[in-house]
């Protein structure tokens, strides 16, 4: 049982992502390849990623293999690939050491892990190009679906907290998780695979929720220097996970992942930089949303920030309705 400790000060900075996290969706994916079944929506995703798989990619995947576990520093929440996979590349020898070395002993590991786990350069430039090897196959072409799901879950987590606060967002976060609170004390835990008790205080830092679409259970990865993080899996789906969306399908997939980047109030920057194009792309997009009364516009400060409208909230909720159902 994994049991997170809260006070008044972390449930006032508990916030929820906007977007998901490459490093955390390119892990859970490659832990999906090991487990024995998948959801029906992503085993048409399972078959064409494991016909894709290429010795380059082993050591990555070896990370992987694990169901319970994965290295924390293989997981830094970023939003683009370049600066997690930078991170990786980067992370101090002596955390390789510390989170392999335990691993390689007790034989969860192959061995030829050895060379990471001792920060070897030619095992990191090894593992940056297994990541961006597999990210190619197994997340990037899904991109603009699992986006759409993810501000999908975000919306409706956001609709939850003005209505009825956080104390119901995080009573439904997930059926794995179990919230409760008396008095002043606050708890949200769930069972570990691995068997294991931990309690974790947050200590006034705040938790961020951050939803994914490959994730099967949560997960809890805890940076002294910044917030909690909280991992959560988005509701399931019933429609399998291709590489188009019927909003995509509309709009075309970028215009269709602008509107959903401006889904909870976004700069052009910021969405430039989340979808993965220039601003002046972004620029032209949101023109013809705003055309089309799906979003507003309005200058704050030198910054352009971008909304939806009501017509644009349920046009993404009625494509979410559409593309997604809870899972049985």
Known sequence: MLTLHLNAADLSRTVVRSVPSVSLELAAAGQRLFLPTVPGHLEGWRARTRAALRPVMRPYLDLCRLPWWLPDFLTPIDADVATALDRVSATPAETLSAELG??????????????????????????????????????????????????????????TLVEAGIDRVLRNLSPYLHWSSSGGAYRLSYECAYGTRLDVE???????????????????????????????????????????????????????????????????????????????????????????????THRTGSAVRHSLTPLGQRLLRAVATVSSAAGP
């Open 102 to 159: 335990p691993r390689l002993a007790a034989g969860d590991l192959p061995p030829r892990v050895g060379e990471l786990a001792a920060g070897a350069s030619a095992a990191r430039q090894r593992l940056r190009a297994a990541m961006t090897a597999f990210h190619a196959v197994a997340v990037a072409p899904y991109r603009a679906k699992i986006e759409a799901a993810v501000h999908a879950d975000r919306a409706a987590r956001g609709h």
């Open 202 to 296: 947050p200590t006034g830092r705040g938790v961020t929720l951050v939803p994914s679409y490959f994730l099967p259970q949560p997960c809890v990865l805890d940076d002294p220097a910044g917030p909690m993080v909280l991992a959560y899996p988005v509701e399931r789906t019933r429609r399998e996970l291709t590489t188009g969306t019927p909003l995509a399908d509309l709009l075309g997939r970028t215009r269709a992942a602008v509107l959903g980047a401006v889904a909870d109030g976004r700069s052009t920057t910021q969405v430039a930089r989340d979808v993965g194009v220039s601003a002046a792309s972004v620029s032209q997009h949101t023109a013809v949303l705003r055309s089309a009364g799906l979003v507003t």
